[in-house]
């Protein structure tokens, strides 16, 4: 019979012991100077990261018992850092928002996690890295098997890191050249773009998510100001051909919609060209109303360029 300390169990809760003291979730506000617990920035986190989440995706996505997290919420809300409303898509269920003094709270807690992950790793040598995070990669793929075999990874909506800007020019240059033969005038325009972007943008009024899977980026989106009051426009949605068919298009622009609604903007609208089928159909099904098409020529091929426009109404 093997012993206890052969087991996988006993191997885990060791795991367990020494790593939640390594990055000292025991005391979590002390460590990252913060008034929050662990649990009460885990749930900003991922207020943070999606388009939009309702008290149910909360209790089901960190399993936690309903009376707890209602608490919890009144407590957040107390301190005007989310705000509770029926939801958009059921008015049975209560749709949970971070407030603008709630982004800027998530924001400092996403920048002191980091900042305490990097100095973790200051002591780890760089040739050990990569197989640190592999390991880790690899705890992360087994422990979250589904009933079928295979791993069950969920899309993470996050904003842009270093070198993320770069990586939306380069994959919309290289994957409308692929699929559509546009030419480098293509890439100009998305580099004009996401240089307007970089170096002049309201992080109040103006976003850029990036979709992450299983550690890469598959996706992005920006959600800027119009030349017209009250109007936000969505550009640049991208979705790498490998990931497609999982909804992280229509995970993309319910982040946008969501954000220009929850901002205050009263219209949205969009350009596109009518080649582009499955983006079509995720605004329709977003409800983008079509409101013009005209012929042009550009990226060295025949389009029709279309406008799309949306009314977003008042902030619910």
Not at 209 to 226: F, Q, T
Not at 278 to 301: C, D, M, N, T
Request: aromatic fraction near 6%; charge should be negative.
């Amino acid at each position: 019979m093997a012993h206890a300390s052969d087991t996988p169990i006993h191997e885990i809760r060791a795991f367990n012991r020494f790593y939640t003291n390594l990055i000292g979730a025991l005391d979590y506000s002390r460590q990252l100077y913060v008034p929050y617990t662990l649990t009460e920035a885990r749930v900003l986190y991922e207020l943070a990261h999606a388009s939009h989440l309702d008290a149910a995706d909360l209790r089901s996505e960190l399993s936690l018992d309903a009376g707890y997290l209602s608490r919890l919420l009144g407590k957040l809300e107390k301190d005007g850092i989310v705000e509770r409303a029926p939801s958009t898509r059921d008015p049975r269920r209560q749709r949970i928002t971070l407030t603008a003094r709630g982004r800027e709270t998530a924001g400092l807690l996403d920048e002191r996690s980091t900042e305490a992950i990097g100095s973790l790793l200051s002591g780890v040598p760089a040739a050990e890295r990569p197989r640190l995070a592999t390991a880790m990669r690899t705890v992360r793929e087994i422990l979250s098997k589904g009933e079928g075999g295979a791993a069950v990874s969920r899309p993470l909506l996050r904003e842009p890191g270093p070198g993320d800007l770069g990586w939306i020019v380069q994959r919309n240059a290289a994957l409308y050249a692929a699929e559509f033969g546009w030419n480098t005038d293509y890439e100009g325009l998305v580099a004009r773009i996401v240089a307007d972007f970089a170096e002049d943008h309201d992080p109040h009024l103006e976003r850029v998510w990036i979709a992450e899977l299983d550690g890469r980026p598959v996706g992005s989106v920006m959600c800027v100001r119009d030349e017209a009051p009250g109007t936000a426009r969505l550009r640049l949605l991208l979705v790498e051909p490998d990931t497609r068919g999982r909804g992280i298009g229509d995970q993309l622009v319910d982040a946008c919609v969501e954000f220009a609604r929850g901002v205050g903007y009263r219209e949205m609208t969009l350009w596109t060209n009518d080649v582009l089928r499955a983006a079509r159909a995720i605004y329709q099904r977003h409800g983008f109303v079509l409101v013009e098409e005209k012929p042009h020529r550009s990226f060295g091929a025949d389009l029709m360029g279309q406008d799309w426009h949306l009314h977003l109404g008042s902030a619910s």
